[in-house]
């Protein structure tokens, strides 16, 4: 069954924008943290930008400091990723993901806690951003 369906790939210019979306399935939605990956033809796929189930916390590859943006509507169910200041290196496969456990405000966190793939057990079906220079 779908869990999570994304939206609003596409191809851009070096130093456009654009915005991604993710919608969820279930009203579980809001316990979960969720994240941002991609992966590029022939590379492991990476982590990009993650964000704490209540929307309080934000996790950000160096690479997307300053350029990306990540946000949740739990009331909706919608997760996006504001992406802009494009490079080519940017080109590749993205894709939403919901933490395998929900969160919890009694357990700490750290970065760690959501860059790796493991963390995650439900996946989009992923969305194309083809950046030319």
């Known amino acids: 069954q779908v869990q999570l369906v994304q939206s609003g790939g596409g191809s851009v210019q070096a130093g456009d924008s654009l915005t991604l979306s993710c919608a969820g399935s279930?009203?579980?939605?809001?316990?979960?943290?969720m994240g941002w990956f991609r992966q590029a033809p022939g590379k492991d796929r990476e982590f990009v930008a993650g964000i704490k189930w209540t929307g309080a916390r934000e996790y950000y590859a160096d690479f997307s400091k300053g350029r990306f943006t990540i946000s949740r509507d739990n009331d909706k169910r919608l997760l996006w990723m504001q992406m802009a200041n494009f490079e080519p290196e940017d080109t590749a496969v993205y894709y939403c993901a919901r933490k395998v456990r929900p969160g919890s405000n009694t357990n700490g966190e750290s970065e760690a806690d959501y860059v790796g793939i493991y963390e995650y057990g439900i996946w989009g079906q992923g969305t194309q951003v083809t950046v030319s220079s």
């Open positions: 279930e009203r579980t939605f809001s316990a979960y943290g």
